[in-house]
């Protein structure tokens, strides 16, 4: 098959629509489902991430994108009994890839609602069976097992979206795109990302663990198909906070930072011990969540809302135990797609805990930077390889 045609392009105005190879046969299958052009974008940007993931650390890999970004990118390890029930995966049986992906969607799961799961991975029947619980328009990989086929065909009331994509398909040295009638063409971005980027330590810290090289390899290549500007945050093989498409590079770091801030509230001992009631959607634990552990919550406890969606009224989590909480997290490691051109990136940065950090360096202001992580003791590697994506 040489094109695929779609319902329409970006928004329903914009036909005809369709994928398709000048040359040779497309390299993706429609195993269920009918994708359109926004899936098609997410399904091949996150399965370029999730390949180059598992090249970069050995691991299965997987990522949860929304509006071609990732929401959220991990490997595949063993969960914690903490983390399995912030990601809703008590008593699951979980396979290493479907591990990634809870994880993944985890990283950020309000973002993740409505996603394109991409796996590293054949989907398994593990991986199946988690899905079928999310909001999720589609899912990408190089294979599915009998089982798992049946299970994601009986999603949104069969017309769930697979693709099959050939793992072995390398797309041409050149590619063009069209932008108002006009053409461009660049080299494909083959750029590998690995440990080796992560050996020109600038700071005078220069201890880099390797679960933080690993965590800066998840963040390098979570940017690499994140529209930029973009930061990423990462901990324990996963992204826990990603901050896409932003004009201004503190605009990123806060975005970021914000995000993964929430990731570690998820985890406060007053947010574990939330009582919902019984057969409450996942969606709607996930928004009573995020407006719990934010400013809005005194307002809602106000209005009576929580009746439906607590057992027993929540005692208000003040500003001062967030903050509290947020200033115990340790460990973090942040990339950048650029450089940072001012210390305020790595102030705001350490705020969430970050102690690693990876970007390209050569601003002009370079020295600045890098005296501002050693006045907090972050290691910090400049890349020399700028990660912009578009």
Known sequence: MTELELKYGCNPNQKPARIFMQEGELPLQ????????INFMDALNSWQLVQELKQ???LPAAASFKHVSPAGAA????????????YFAEGMDLSPIAS????????????????WCALSDACDEQTARYLALEVSDGIIAPGYTDKALEILRTKRKGGYNVIQIDPSYVPAEIEHRQIFGIWFEQGHNSLKIDAAMLSNLVTAN?????AAKRDLLVSLITLKYTQSNSVCYAKGGQTIG?????????????????KADNWY????????????VPGIRRPDRDNAIDIYISDEYEDVLADGVWQNTFQVRPEVLTPAERREWIATQNGVSVGSDAFFPFGDNVERARKSGVAYIAQPGGSIRDDHVIATCDQYGIA??????????H
């Open 242 to 258: 990603v901050g896409a498409g932003q004009q201004s590079r503190i605009h990123c770091t806060r975005l970021a930072g914000n």
């Open 75 to 86: 490997v595949g390890s063993e969960l914690t009994d903490l983390e399995r029930k912030i």
């Open 30 to 37: 429609v195993l269920n489902g009918r994708p359109g052009y």
């Open 56 to 58: 970069a650390t050995g």
């Open 100 to 115: 990634a992906y809870v994880r993944a969607r985890g990283a950020d799961r309000l973002s993740s609602y409505g996603d």
């Open 380 to 389: 910090m590697a400049f890349t020399g390889a700028r990660l912009f994506h």
């Open 206 to 210: 220069k201890d880099l663990p390797e």
């Open 265 to 276: 509230l998820r985890q406060h001992p007053k947010v574990l011990g939330l009582s919902f």
